[in-house]
C-alpha cells in the first residue's frame, strides 16, 4: 500500500516538474518573440523577423553603423549585441549568414 502511493506520488511530482518547464519554456519564447519584433532589431516596420537575411553580432560602434549601412542596400540585416538572443534568433528563423 505505501509503495503504490509513493509510486503515485512520485508519478504526480514527475507531471508536476515537466509541466513546470513547459510553461517556463513558453514565457520565454513568447518574451523571445516580442524582443525578436520589437524596433531595435527591425527599425523598418515593413519587415518582419523572417525577411532578416544576415545576422550582425556586434558591440555598437561607428565601425557596426558603417557595416549596418552599407549591408542594408543589399539585404535585410539584424544587429545583435547579446550572443543568446543571436543564437536563439538564427534558430528559429534559420539565419545562414552570421557576422
Do not use: G
Amino acid at each position: 500500500m505505501i509503495s503504490l502511493e509513493s509510486q503515485k506520488i512520485s508519478r504526480l511530482l514527475e507531471i508536476i516538474e515537466r509541466n513546470k518547464w513547459d510553461v517556463l519554456r513558453k514565457e520565454t519564447e513568447k518574451q523571445e518573440e516580442e524582443e525578436l519584433e520589437s524596433p531595435d532589431i527591425l527599425q523598418n516596420e515593413d519587415l518582419n523577423a523572417k525577411d532578416v537575411k544576415l545576422a550582425l553580432y556586434s558591440a555598437p560602434s561607428p565601425l557596426t553603423d558603417s557595416l549596418i549601412a552599407m549591408l542594408s542596400h543589399e539585404t535585410v540585416v539584424s544587429v545583435f549585441e547579446d550572443p543568446e538572443r543571436l543564437i536563439s534568433f538564427c534558430n528559429k528563423h534559420q539565419i545562414k549568414f552570421v557576422m
